[in-house]
């Protein structure tokens, strides 16, 4: 049943070129989403959703990458059918889920969840990605839905943890602020003053 859409997927020269080349910008370990936070990471103003960029990387790298899919071991469909013709080599990992769409998804909803602009414009480039395996024939589409929801779980709880981390740094900070206030401006009693009887 998954074969049959893979092989019903229309593909072309332009098509190949066109995914062939984002695959390569992304990476086979989805570098573009590190470098990505890292830029983001040293902006004041998308500090937070480069943190959350990495925050998710990294979940979806631990869950997906090396838990999910040593656990499952799923074969590629190019190994059951190693007579289609690749564009790219094939993986050594097992099929589910797939890590490069929960990379993609997982950045997309770190950003979305900190800014819904630039959010939507993630989430595009993560459906191209979800479809690029799908189109070079690298997972299943079971396997790509799962790296969507992985992706996208991990992180809404990315751009949880850091905006409640940066909240709490938030709030110690201007109650240190109070503090140093209040003992500047609490009234001092002058014990040398005479009382009044």
């Known amino acids: 049943m998954e074969l049959s859409i893979l092989y019903a997927i229309p593909r072309t020269a332009a098509l ?7 695959t390569k910008a992304v990476g086979s370990y989805g570098q573009l989403c590190v470098i990505l936070g890292i830029v983001l990471l040293c902006f004041r103003k998308t500090r937070k959703m480069g943190a959350a960029v ?10 997906g990458q090396l838990i999910l899919k040593n656990l499952i071991s799923r074969p590629r469909p190019c190994q059951i059918d190693p007579a289609f013709p690749l564009l790219i080599a094939p993986s050594a990992s097992s099929s589910f889920p797939s890590t490069h769409t929960g990379w993609a998804f997982g950045t997309a909803t770190a950003i979305f969840l900190n800014d819904w602009r630039f959010g939507i414009a993630a989430y595009i480039y993560a459906f191209l990605i979800a479809y690029s395996r799908l189109y ?5 589409p079971t396997d790509v839905l799962a790296g969507a929801v992985v992706g996208i779980i991990l992180g809404t709880a990315a751009a949880r943890l850091v905006d409640r981390q940066s909240r709490e740094s938030t709030g110690t900070s201007h109650r240190g602020r109070f503090s140093m206030w209040a003992s500047k401006h609490q009234p001092s009693v002058n014990l040398s003053q005479k009382r009044i009887h």
């Open 16 to 22: 190949d070129n066109f995914f062939l080349g984002l």
């Open 54 to 63: 990495l925050i998710s990387y990294v979940a979806v790298f631990l869950v």
């Open 136 to 140: 070079l024939f690298a997972h299943f």
